[in-house]
């Protein structure tokens, strides 16, 4: 086992440094890949690992007695599953965080967390109405206070009265509380230009995460070449190679096009599909608008063109839509995957399946911790359909403050309510400074001699290339690190800025980004990229 220490990969301390690290296994499955588990009865001969491992027990201090559940014998996906928004260098900076709480001398004073899209960590305020109504939900007796608006009071009295015991520590129904159900319809339809939504086909979810691997549970059978395919972009959002690497499923790649500002090209798609079904058989394609990592937003064409490919291939459409409210650049425009596929007419509308998910994490909102979404499934098998609520109930129900949370979300406050004015104010602020940080963000790295970074049309993200000299990249293998592993922890050693390196979420061979978000409050904004800026001339140089 290895920890970072003193700038580099070194053994942990206690262990010895002859023992081999546990290295995890590539995300993309691979059919017939899966290993029953490994046991072994009261009586018989332990095995050579559970002998070494009983040694290093006792190397330790530890008893001698082997753990019934150990990294040999647990489930083999599960050490598949890589999750780098949250990986080493995040774990790094929580270690850098106790250090300098405890006094250890730094070359900065604090980590700045700009490796995960959590606005309200990054110091965004709350919006004022969604945060009153929850408080009237949690704490019912403040419905006699006259400090919250009317209309705040009588969101809060609808959602308790739709509770059980009108609390909402209650248990809702698995699929979510009805009544909130209705109002993500009608939003949806009011999104979608009056196409109908039905609340039967809403599931309320943990978040739009939740849902997502939910419906890949649905969708992964098979075995060797029957074995399920999944579609996913190329850079990609880790969710999605971490559940199929847990369901074992065939990861297909499919790569955005950088020089176009990470377009999607539907030839791409062919290819990808073509060369999947010499081994797996392609079921499901997923797209992620406006993208994660990469803030693109697809135009009205683009989506036409993977529906109709959608429905030539026989592919389940997965549109990941969580960042809908997210757009900056001028001439683009969010269209819903839904709305674009009806206005195509009954030859598609009728014909594509597809699931859309929406959060209440992203956005204006941010509210991330409350783990509120939904999913809507669209020409879906009735029999399916039963199943899939059949799943879900397996978890009871989605929080129900979370539920809470949506309904505002899909509900605001209207023209004629006295929480109007606020609300849109609020709402529009937070939109406009994240245009300004799009920008910002943008022009500043493109200034830097050996990053180029795309515009940022969408979402909360920037995902720039960077030129690494053959040294920097010579001496990353040497470590056992890929080289933007080994740039973004030098980066977080030496100005305390916390990034996640591109080969987290996929990259073309031989080309190296990191991800950052564009969350910060815009004055530390202005310090991170500066800081980005200066720390990528003195490590290019020390390399060069």
Same mark, same amino acid.
């Given at each position: 086992m290895r920890e970072w220490r003193r700038g580099a990969w070194r053994p942990a301390e206690g262990v010895s440094a002859r023992r081999a690290p546990?290295?995890?296994?590539?995300?993309?499955?691979?059919?017939?890949?899966?290993?029953?588990?490994?046991?072994?009865?009261?009586?018989?001969?332990?095995? =050579?690992? $559970?002998?070494?491992?009983?040694?290093?027990?006792?190397?330790?201090?530890?008893?001698?007695?082997?753990?019934?559940?150990?990294?040999?014998?647990?489930?083999?996906?599960?050490?598949?599953?890589?999750?780098?928004?949250?990986?080493a260098i995040v774990q790094r900076a929580v270690q850098i965080e106790k250090e300098l709480k405890e006094g250890v001398k730094k070359p900065f004073d604090e980590v700045i967390k700009a490796n995960i899209g959590d606005a309200h960590a990054m110091g965004q305020k709350p919006i004022t109405f969604l945060r009153q109504v929850l408080a009237l939900c949690a704490y019912p007796e403040l419905l006699e206070d006259d400090k919250f608006p009317a209309d705040a009071k009588q969101r809060a009295r609808r959602i308790l009265e739709a509770c059980g015991g009108h609390s909402i520590g209650a248990y809702s129904s698995s699929q979510g509380i009805d009544c909130i159900r209705q109002d993500v319809a009608r939003y949806i339809e009011k999104r979608d230009g009056g196409i109908p939504s039905n609340p039967d086909n809403i599931y309320l979810a943990t978040g739009a995460s939740d849902a997502i691997v939910t419906m890949l549970k649905m969708l992964v059978c098979g075995e060797g070449r029957? =074995?399920?395919? #999944?579609?996913?972009?190329?850079?990609?959002?880790?969710?999605?190679?971490?559940?199929?690497?847990?369901?074992?499923?065939?990861?297909?790649?499919?790569?955005?096009d950088e020089d176009k500002c990470w377009s999607l090209d539907v030839a791409e798609l062919k290819r990808a599909v073509d060369a999947a079904r010499q081994h797996c058989n392609p079921r499901v394609l997923c797209i992620i608008n406006p993208g994660n990592p990469t803030g693109q937003v697809q135009s009205r064409q683009c989506i036409e063109d993977v529906i109709?490919?959608?429905?030539? @291939?026989?592919?389940?459409?997965?549109?990941?839509? #969580?960042?809908?409210?997210?757009?900056?650049? @001028?001439?683009?425009?969010?269209?819903?995957?839904?709305?674009?596929?009806? *206005?195509?007419?009954?030859?598609?509308?009728?014909?594509?399946?597809?699931?859309?998910?929406?959060?209440?994490?992203?956005?204006?909102?941010? *509210?991330?911790?409350?783990?509120?979404?939904?999913?809507?499934?669209?020409?879906?098998?009735?029999?399916?359909?039963?199943?899939?609520?059949?799943?879900?109930?397996?978890?009871?129900?989605?929080?129900?403050?979370?539920?809470?949370?949506?309904?505002? #979300?899909?509900?605001?406050?209207?023209?004629? *309510?006295?929480?109007y004015h606020q609300f849109t104010k609020e709402r529009a602020t937070v939109l406009?400074?994240?245009?300004?940080?799009?920008?910002?963000?943008?022009?500043?790295?493109?200034?830097?001699?050996?990053?180029?970074?795309?515009?940022?049309?969408?979402?909360?993200?920037?995902?720039?290339?960077?030129?690494?000299?053959?040294?920097?990249? $010579?001496?990353?293998?040497?470590?056992?690190?890929?080289?933007?592993?080994?740039?973004?922890?030098?980066?977080?050693?030496? @100005?305390?800025?916390?990034?996640?390196?591109?080969?987290?979420?996929?990259?073309?061979?031989?080309?190296?980004?990191?991800?950052?978000?564009?969350?910060?409050?815009? @004055?530390?904004?202005?310090?991170?990229?500066?800081?980005?800026?200066?720390?990528? #001339?003195?490590?290019?140089?020390?390399?060069?």
């Open positions: 546990l290295r995890s296994l590539t995300v993309e499955a691979r059919a017939g890949s899966v290993r029953s588990s490994l046991s072994f009865s009261r009586s018989s001969r332990p095995r =050579r690992s $559970d002998v070494t491992r009983m040694s290093q027990h006792a190397a330790n201090g530890l008893p001698g007695r082997v753990k019934l559940l150990n990294v040999d014998n647990m489930n083999p996906n599960v050490k598949r599953v890589e999750y780098a928004v949250r990986g029957d =074995r399920t395919g #999944v579609m996913i972009s190329i850079p990609q959002y880790p969710l999605y190679s971490a559940a199929l690497a847990d369901l074992a499923a065939v990861q297909i790649s499919y790569y955005l109709r490919f959608a429905k030539d @291939e026989r592919l389940f459409l997965m549109a990941d839509e #969580v960042y809908q409210d997210n757009v900056y650049a @001028e001439g683009c425009k969010f269209h819903s995957f839904k709305r674009v596929l009806f *206005e195509m007419g009954p030859e598609y509308s009728t014909a594509v399946e597809m699931a859309s998910f929406h959060s209440t994490s992203k956005c204006y909102m941010g *509210e991330c911790g409350f783990r509120g979404g939904y999913m809507e499934v669209i020409n879906m098998d009735p029999e399916v359909k039963a199943q899939l609520t059949k799943l879900v109930s397996v978890r009871l129900c989605p929080p129900v403050p979370g539920q809470a949370l949506l309904d505002l #979300v899909v509900n605001p406050p209207q023209p004629d *309510e006295p929480s406009a400074t994240l245009a300004e940080k799009a920008r910002l963000t943008e022009q500043i790295f493109n200034t830097v001699p050996g990053i180029t970074c795309n515009p940022v049309q969408g979402a909360m993200y920037t995902f720039p290339r960077i030129a690494l000299p053959q040294k920097a990249i $010579d001496k990353a293998t040497e470590e056992g690190l890929s080289p933007d592993m080994l740039y973004c922890m030098r980066l977080l050693e030496e @100005e305390g800025i916390c990034l996640v390196p591109g080969s987290g979420f996929g990259q073309r061979e031989g080309t190296f980004h990191f991800r950052m978000t564009i969350l910060p409050p815009t @004055e530390k904004l202005k310090i991170v990229l500066q800081k980005i800026r200066e720390f990528h #001339v003195r490590f290019t140089q020390e390399f060069s």
